[in-house]
């Protein structure tokens, strides 16, 4: 591709030197040719542009040189300018050439021409592209000198520093000739030479062009500070440089550190919360364990069978009865809350029908209502179809705690639950929602604490409302987490003196959304024991009693003597041993029909008495009945059955269960 050059003519007419623009324009240029002839507006012209080349006629009657050339040595660029003639005089030449004329070329010699204008644009261009590298290295010195990097070179035959910038030789402290002086391990803290030439060998082999490492670096006054560096290998002439570019990162480290510091922080808490959740799982298992015995105990005693105890007596029995109880619900809320909070809530999906729901709360809340003179209502509406997908017993257990506080929270009045197909905006995409109504005409809540109330541990009015109601402040937040869980959704209106509408929200089949939260693993879906009566049931005392022996291997004594009492209406005879030892020990001198073996022991697993019973040939067909408080997962149930042969879940509820396993395998 041509080169384009732009002349400007200074000549007498726009048709002078017709022979010269012909030669112009069959050369190696694309020639773009101006002529000027006005000497007025000359300076304006020769200002608004960059011109390459100005070629003056000096058979032009009013050029001005001099002029011209003025004008030429005010630019900050170079134009060269070249005179064209028919003659000239020698002296006028040389005063010419002397004062900024680059060349002459004769009208009479055109031939000469295009040399000369090939040459001047040579070198105009060599002028300009060295005036560009000038200017564009001076801003780059700049930028170097106040880059917020360090940035140096070093020569690389002994590490000595031969260009720093400003933001090192500040951060140092140094001037330029103290730092030059300096070597390598005057800059670096806790230098060791192999150190650094371990890290810039690979550039000295040629392995790498750069390499990034951190280290110390020290100031004039001692102190230090670390630095990232970055160091890669440059030519300079014939010789080879270190150009390195650094930066303080004492924020980053400090930062580093802090962050270290907080998750060192949050593992101890993990690791003491881990500690506390077992500690209380252990704990709230022994207090279950007491407490289920404590009340067998009292209810076999409220039963008056030898009729030798008074009124007041039986009442103080049921006081102590009742405490329990509710220390025992107390109990399995907080244990609900820590195993949600754990994502260990098992949940199972039955299939729920709506007016069993409806007719089960009329049952047990009634009487209660009545009792505090409030009527208590349940209707259906809306609902085509009567079955629900969801866990049974959480559901019972979200409706309980919401009636209950709407009979604990009204004086007068009404307490009523509607359950309706929840409004299309608020159903969800998949499947009908089922809304369940609870509404009161009590105390109301205020504005600003409902949304606190779904919050562990608040009660509305703080403590007033503790002392007034009883109650721990847990329900409502147990009752929205499984709600959620469960794909569903509590909400509440409420006015102060006018009653309150908690609405339990529900999908009518929760199957999706269950699986959805056991693969995050915020729960289990597992099956669980069956739903028991809730008040343990007595037994007649049986005139014909099982003659088998069963053996009851569990620690808790208080556990043992309240089974052997209830289970002794039943069964002929029941030896208790608190200990893997004592068991075997029993064994050896006893024959026994059945043994039911608890998990923990002080001695052993309960797994490891199981294995040893089973591969005994004396022993190894005595059914084995595993009653233990662990809740166990679908898998290790199994596992255990292929050993024992049934597990009962022990709890307060499961007594009878477990006395009808025993007598399975004696009666
Ligand atoms: P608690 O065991 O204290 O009843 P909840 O979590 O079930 O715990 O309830 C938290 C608080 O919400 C209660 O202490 C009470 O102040 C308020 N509350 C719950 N239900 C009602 C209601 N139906 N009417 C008025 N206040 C209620």
New binding site residues.
């Given amino acids: 591709m041509k080169d384009f050059i732009s002349i400007l003519f200074i000549e007498e007419t726009e048709q002078s030197n017709q022979e010269v623009k012909l030669r112009l324009e069959q050369s190696d240029f694309s020639v773009i040719p101006f002529s000027q002839n006005s000497v007025e507006s000359l300076g304006v012209l020769l200002q608004a542009h960059k011109w390459d080349l100005i070629i003056a006629d000096i058979d032009k009657e009013d050029l001005d040189l001099s002029y011209t050339l003025d004008i030429l040595d005010q630019q900050e660029f170079i134009t060269p300018l070249v005179l064209i003639g028919s003659e000239i005089k020698n002296d006028v030449l040389y005063d010419a050439m002397a004062a900024g004329v680059q060349d002459y070329v004769a009208k009479d010699n055109p031939d000469r021409l295009l040399p000369v204008v090939a040459k001047e644009i040579r070198n105009l261009r060599k002028q300009r592209k060295y005036t560009q590298t000038a200017t564009k290295n001076q801003i780059f010195d700049r930028i170097l000198k106040k880059s917020t990097n360090e940035v140096f070179l070093m020569d690389p035959m002994n590490l000595k520093v031969i260009y720093a910038n400003d933001t090192l030789l500040d951060n140092l402290g140094y001037t330029e000739e103290e730092l030059y002086d300096l070597s390598a391990k005057d800059l670096i803290a806790s230098y060791d030479i192999r150190n650094v030439f371990e890290k810039i060998a690979p550039l000295y082999r040629g392995e790498e062009n750069s390499t990034t490492f951190q280290f110390d670096r020290k100031r004039k006054d001692g102190s230090t500070y670390p630095v990232e560096i970055h160091v890669e290998v440059t030519q300079e002439d014939t010789r080879q440089l270190l150009m390195g570019i650094s930066f303080d990162i004492s924020r980053q480290v400090e930062d580093a550190k802090i962050i270290e510091k907080q998750k060192q922080k949050t593992r101890e808490l993990e690791l003491n919360n881990k500690y506390k959740s077992q500690f209380f799982a252990n704990v709230s298992h022994e207090m279950r364990t007491i407490l289920n015995s404590t009340l067998l105990l009292t209810n076999i005693l409220k039963e008056n069978r030898y009729e030798n105890l008074n009124d007041d007596q039986l009442e103080y029995l049921q006081t102590i009865y009742h405490s329990n109880n509710s220390v025992l619900e107390l109990l399995n809320e907080v244990l609900d809350l820590s195993k949600i909070e754990a994502g260990k809530i098992e949940v199972r999906l039955d299939e729920v029908e709506i007016s069993d729901v409806c007719e089960r709360a009329e049952r047990l809340f009634k009487p209660i209502a009545w009792e505090k003179n409030l009527s208590f209502e349940c209707s259906l509406n809306g609902i085509a179809n009567n079955i629900l997908k969801t866990d049974r017993l959480r559901l019972d257990q979200v409706l309980n705690?919401l009636i209950s506080?709407?009979i604990?929270?009204t004086e007068h009045g009404s307490v009523r639950l509607e359950i309706v197909k929840a409004n299309s905006d608020r159903a969800k995409q998949n499947g009908d929602r089922i809304a369940f109504k609870v509404h009161?005409t009590?105390?109301?809540?205020p504005d600003e604490r409902q949304k606190h109330?779904f919050k562990s541990y608040?009660?509305?009015?703080g403590s007033s409302?503790?002392k007034r109601?009883g109650?721990?402040?847990?329900?409502?937040?147990i009752s929205k987490e499984i709600a959620n869980l469960l794909g569903g959704d509590i909400t509440l209106e409420s006015e102060p003196g006018n009653g309150?509408c908690?609405t339990l929200f529900l999908p009518s089949d929760s199957s999706d959304e269950l699986a959805q939260q056991a693969k995050k693993g915020k729960l289990r879906i597992e099956s669980k024991p069956d739903v028991e009566s809730p008040l343990v049931e007595f037994p007649e005392l049986e005139t014909d009693k099982s003659q088998g022996t069963v053996l009851l291997v569990d620690d808790s004594s208080i556990h043992n003597m309240a089974l052997k009492e209830f289970l002794g209406f039943s069964i002929n005879k029941c030896i208790t041993a608190e200990s893997a030892g004592e068991a075997y020990e029993v064994l050896r001198q006893e024959i026994v029909d059945c043994i039911i073996l608890d998990m923990y022991l002080p001695d052993a697993d309960g797994k490891e008495v199981l294995d040893k019973l089973k591969s005994n040939g004396n022993y190894k067909n005595i059914p084995v009945i595993i009653y233990s408080g662990k809740s166990l997962a679908k898998s290790e149930e199994e596992e255990l059955l292929k050993k024992a042969d049934a597990v009962v879940q022990k709890n307060v509820n499961s007594y009878r269960k477990l006395l009808e396993t025993v007598l399975e395998r004696i009666g």
Wanted: hydrophobic residues 45%.
């Fill in positions: 705690n506080n709407a604990k929270f009161d009590g105390i109301g809540i109330i608040v009660q509305a009015e409302t503790e109601f109650g721990t402040g847990l329900g409502l937040a309150s908690f």
